[in-house]
Nanobody
Framework: EVQLVESGGGLVQAGGSLRLSCEVSGFTWEKFDHYVIAWFRQVPGKAREGVAEIVPWSGSTDYLDSVKGRFTVSSDNDKNTVYLQMNNLKREDTAVYFC???????????????????WGQGTQVTVSS
């Protein structure tokens, strides 16, 4: 069973940076390359919001409009790990960040939580003013 473990969250001042990591493990016959990995975030009382996604075998990426130019998603295929580099953080980026996976080889057109079936436990990101 595929498992996702996030790390790297914390408290940062507005304008600062954080890098989140998502380590993927538990493969049986499939490989890291067979998955699309995405980052979502959630604040209390709201639905999870898709932030970024990457197709590790091709490097294709997609982003939520509000994070374009500030966030970068990347993968280290040798380490089965996906990263989310977050720069110029804003207070509205405060949320629990989750990584998620779905079997596929192309970016998910609609970055919605229903398209992903495996989730990590989440990591808190808090941006202070």
């Amino acid at each position: 069973e595929v498992q996702l473990v996030e790390s790297g969250g914390g408290l940062v001042q507005a304008g600062g940076s954080l890098r989140l990591s998502c380590e993927v493990s538990g493969f049986t016959w499939e490989k890291f390359d067979h998955y699309v990995i995405a980052w979502f975030r959630q604040v209390p009382g709201k639905a999870r919001e898709g932030v970024a996604e990457i197709v590790p075998w091709s490097g294709s990426t997609d982003y939520l409009d509000s994070v374009k130019g500030r966030f970068t998603v990347s993968s280290d295929n040798d380490k089965n790990t996906v990263y989310l580099q977050m720069n110029n953080l804003k207070r509205e980026d405060t949320a629990v960040y989750f990584c998620a996976a779905t079997f596929g080889t192309q970016v998910v057109v609609e970055l919605h939580e229903r398209e992903f079936d495996t989730w990590g436990q989440g990591t808190q990101v808090t941006v202070s003013s």
